[in-house]
Each structure stands twice: as structure tokens, then as C-alpha cells.
């Protein structure tokens, strides 16, 4: 059997991948001087298995910094692994790089840059020459990968009047010229306002409507949540948790979530509420800023957390300024799993 057929299924497949960086610098200074060299290298990405499946939206949602990036690089070939495996549709990606870049389309940070001063057509035709689309192809596949993205009605307008959402959908396009059945996308709606990203978030789900597999990173857990059939959630370079959002909120479901303002009159720090609600439920977050203390509890029932957390309060002469009992979200599994929200 060949490789292709046994993972038929398998759009993606890492295996133990690692990638090192070096951390710190040792100039020619530091050499001259005899300094020592203090150079030493960080796992930006610290052992991960993935298998994404053929046909399916997959994120890979983790804070700033948890690898994401460039976990995104070494399957597109752009970076090559410190250890570890990937193959892309059954091919392996060190050793038949060029095979893997013809079936797939990325869209980056950092290769983003589309010409201003050129319409949108023109842009999308002067890639599709650069990625080799065959000449009487080309007419045909820039048409398409503008009716993707709906930019088809102002595809003659000069990219530098494009809003930032219709660049955006503009770099989709240009990814989508080979038509390549696996789509790569580095947190395809940074930047963008609610309206431009919910867009992007549909030309997506077209994407795998139209049966093609899409990887993307995240750290906007709603994104991750409504646009993803499996997530896997990623920290400090490893895999902390992967399935489905629901199956990853499901792991947390048996709690309730509260959230509590808390205003703490003089130079009182809440401890006492902290740790009489840490007896009721789990203290998942605790912040305080200018006399009001922020509190996230998970626990089995808010009907008896919210009254403990009232006696708390009273009982250190301080006010509930506000609670909310609200719906478990990825942001609460990843606080689970680590310690610490998406956004720290
Ligand atoms: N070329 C590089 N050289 C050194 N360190 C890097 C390089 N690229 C990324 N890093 C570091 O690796 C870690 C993971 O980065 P990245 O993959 O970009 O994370 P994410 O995309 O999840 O924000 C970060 O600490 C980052 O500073
Ligand atoms: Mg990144």
C-alpha cells in the first residue's frame, strides 16, 4: 500500500516535532573580549503530534508565543524542524518539499505584502505567474479565487483602496491560485474589525464546503470556537488539549463559570474572599485593579457559590458590584489546563 492510500484520511500529519531556536546573542565582541558564550536554545516547539483530517477546518489556538507560527512554517516548508516528522497528504515534507508546496496554499504573517499601485486582477495575475499556474489556466483560476472571496465586483479597483478586510480576502485569494486542496492561514483575521473577520470566517467555511482541508492558528478562543471542527490548544510550544470545541468545553461542563466584581473598601486585598470562595468553587482568575477585585470561579453550582460569595464580601465589609453566571468557553479551558487567560 502506498503512502498516500494508508493516510487517505490524514490531510496532516506531525509526528514528534520539535524546532529549536537559539536564544541571546554572542557578537564578535563578546569573542574578541573572550566573553563567554552564553547562547542557549529554547524549544519553540516542544514535541507535538497532530492529524489533521481531509476535509475539515483545524485550529491551532494558544496565546502569543506558544508556536503557532512556527509550527504553521515548518509544514509549509519554510522552516525546517530541529526533530520530528510531517507529512502532507501522505507526502513527507523534508524530503519531497516541492511536492508539498504545490498542494498547498498559505496565507502567513510576514508574506502578506500584495501591490498597491496594481488592481486586484492584476495583483492575483501577476502571482499566479509567480507560482507557476499554467498561462491558459490563469484567466480561469484568478476568476475563481476572486468569486472566493467575493472581490469579484472590485477586482479593477487599485489595491491601495482596498479596505484592510478586502486586502485580507485579496491574500486569501492569491493563496487560493494553485487550488490546492490544503489551505494554511496564520491568524487570518488579526487585525481586522468584527464585520471584515465574521466575512473571513464564511470565505473559510466555503473553503471546506467546497471540500478542501484548511489549518489555521488563533489566539481569539470565540474564533477557534465557531470556526474550528477540532482545536488543538497549544502553550509554550506542546499540546495541552485537542478535540472538538465542545468535546474541550465539555471537559469543564460538570462547573459552572461566575465572575465577580468585587469592590474592596480601604486598603483591604481580598484574601479573606479569595480563599472563602476558593473553598466554594476554584479561583480561576484573580485580578485586582483599583480597589476592585476581579475574581473567575469555576464550581459545581453558581445557586450556592453566588450567596458565599455575598456572605464573603459582607463579612469583609466589601461590596458585589457585579456577578454573571456565564457559558464555559474555550478561554476557560485553556485557564483550566494552565493556569493563565489566552491574553496574558
Ligand atoms: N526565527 C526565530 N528565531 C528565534 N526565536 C524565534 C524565531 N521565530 C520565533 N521565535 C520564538 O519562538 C516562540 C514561538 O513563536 P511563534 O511560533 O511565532 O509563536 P506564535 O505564532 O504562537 O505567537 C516565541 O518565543 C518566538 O519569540
Ligand atoms: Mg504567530
Not at 515548518?74 to 507529512?87: H, K, N, Q, V, Y
Not at 492561514?185 to 464585520?195: F, K, M, R, Y
Not at 463559570?257 to 468585587?262: E, K, P, Q, S, T
Request: aromatic letters at 4%; one cysteine or more; glycine letters at 8%.
Amino acid at each position: 500500500m502506498s503512502g498516500v492510500t494508508a493516510h487517505s484520511n490524514v490531510a496532516i500529519e506531525a509526528r514528534a516535532l520539535v524546532k529549536e531556536f537559539e536564544k541571546g546573542r554572542h557578537t564578535l565582541w563578546q569573542r574578541v573580549r573572550r566573553e563567554p558564550d552564553r547562547r542557549t536554545t529554547f524549544r519553540a516547539v516542544d514535541g507535538i503530534d497532530l492529524a489533521v483530517e481531509t476535509g475539515e477546518i483545524f485550529g491551532l489556538l494558544g496565546p502569543n508565543g506558544a508556536g503557532k507560527t512556527t509550527t504553521m512554517r515548518m509544514i509549509s516548508t519554510l522552516l525546517e524542524p530541529t526533530a520530528g516528522t510531517i507529512r502532507v497528504l501522505g507526502t513527507d515534507v523534508a524530503k519531497e518539499p516541492r511536492r508539498v508546496r504545490a498542494q498547498l496554499g498559505a496565507m502567513l504573517s510576514g508574506e502578506r505584502s500584495l501591490y498597491w499601485k496594481l488592481t486586484g486582477r492584476e495583483n492575483l495575475e501577476y502571482f499566479a505567474a509567480l507560482y507557476h499556474v499554467p498561462p491558459k489556466d490563469t484567466k480561469d483560476r484568478v476568476e475563481r479565487s476572486l468569486a472566493a472571496v467575493t472581490l469579484s465586483d472590485r477586482a479593477d479597483d487599485y489595491v491601495e483602496r482596498y479596505s484592510t478586510g478586502m486586502r485580507q480576502r485579496l491574500a486569501l485569494a492569491r493563496a487560493l491560485l494553485p487550488d490546492p486542496p490544503l489551505i494554511l492561514l496564520d491568524e487570518p483575521t488579526v487585525g481586522l474589525d468584527p464585520q471584515a473577520s465574521r466575512d473571513l470566517r464564511d470565505r473559510v467555511r466555503d473553503l471546506r464546503a467546497q471540500g478542501r482541508t484548511v489549518l489555521l492558528t488563533t489566539h481569539y478562543m470565540e474564533e477557534a470556537d465557531q470556526l474550528c471542527d477540532r482545536v488543538a490548544i497549544i502553550d509554550h510550544g506542546k499540546i495541552v488539549a485537542l478535540d472538538s470545541p465542545n468535546a474541550l468545553k465539555r471537559t469543564i461542563r460538570a462547573e459552572e463559570i461566575v465572575r465577580l466584581d468585587i469592590g474592596i473598601a480601604g486598603d483591604g486585598d481580598g484574601a479573606a474572599i479569595v480563599d472563602r470562595l476558593s473553598r466554594a468553587g476554584t479561583v480561576a482568575r484573580s485580578e485586582r485593579h483599583n480597589g476592585t477585585l476581579s475574581l473567575t470561579v469555576h464550581c459545581a453550582s453558581a445557586r450556592e457559590l453566588v450567596p458565599a460569595a455575598f456572605d464573603a464580601a459582607h463579612a469583609a465589609g466589601a461590596t458585589v458590584q457585579h456577578v454573571e453566571v456565564v457559558p464555559v468557553t474555550l478561554e476557560d479551558v485553556f485557564l483550566s489546563l494552565t493556569g493563565r487567560g489566552l491574553r496574558e
